[in-house]
């Protein structure tokens, strides 16, 4: 494309013969080199402002390209996310509905359970309740029939109460002489211990114990008019006579 600085700057060679008006020829291209810089110009600013254009176009396409890339790895990321998330809740579900249905299981279990267990608590009960209205309607009815098993009490009659007089007078006649020949022996053996004028010899004390003691059993009362106290008294007295047996007093007596 010619340039208006060209187009005004083209010579024409000079015809001889029937050549162009200069002065018209001239004339036209002034003008014409007029209208041409304008368009010119403007086909310039055209141009710069197309090769803008073209530029924006080019970087959204890149922008668009970019976009376009980010958004499917978006939507790749979105249906990565929402897979997971689905198997996640589908394993959390299932994980769900495995410890409701153990945790179920165990309740129902106890409340088997517990439920046989109250059953034999009441049957328990139930017979032990039994029982104790049993055993009461016992007692009370053994209760009511006391007044006829007990009999009237009979009054003692009078020969036993006499037999038992005669059998205590009895009783105390025997004790006394029992008791007074005690004390006489009990004496006598005071006074031979201490030496008295009437024991001089050990033959005189032997005899003399001797005679006291066949006396005192020549004596003795029947056993079956003695009671136990008296029967271990009599022993006792038996016991202390024996120990004495063998002692010896007077001027004979040798220290062995």
Not at 15 to 34: I, K, Q
Not at 42 to 60: A, G, I, P, R, T
């Amino acid at each position: 494309m010619l340039t208006p600085q060209e187009v005004s700057q083209h010579a024409f060679a000079k015809a001889s013969f029937g050549g162009y008006n200069m002065a018209m020829v001239d004339e036209f291209l002034d003008a014409l080199t007029e209208d041409y810089t304008a368009l010119y110009k403007e086909n310039q600013v055209l141009k710069s402002k197309m090769k803008v254009l073209v530029d924006k176009v080019e970087e959204y396409r890149a922008t668009d390209d970019s976009m376009r890339k980010a958004f499917l790895v978006a939507q790749k990321s979105a249906e990565d996310i929402v897979a997971k998330a689905e198997a996640e809740r589908v394993t959390l579900v299932q994980q769900a509905e495995s410890e409701a249905r153990a945790k179920v299981s165990g309740v129902r279990q106890e409340l088997e359970a517990e439920q046989r267990r109250l059953t034999a608590a009441q049957a328990a009960t139930a017979a032990y309740v039994a029982q104790v209205r049993e055993l009461c309607k016992r007692e009370l009815a053994y209760i009511d029939s006391l007044p006829q098993l007990t009999p009237p009490a009979t009054p003692a009659p009078a020969e036993s109460i006499a037999a038992q007089e005669i059998e205590s007078a009895v009783q105390k006649l025997v004790e006394e002489p029992v008791q007074e020949e005690s004390v006489d022996l009990d004496k006598d053996l005071e006074e031979l211990k201490s030496g008295s004028p009437e024991g001089d010899g050990g033959l005189y004390a032997e005899l003399l114990e001797l005679n006291l003691g066949h006396k005192a059993e020549g004596e003795k009362p029947h056993p079956a008019l003695d009671d136990p106290e008296e029967h271990e008294e009599d022993e006792d007295f038996s016991e202390t006579t024996r120990r004495f047996d063998h002692l010896q007093f007077g001027k004979d007596y040798e220290i062995r």
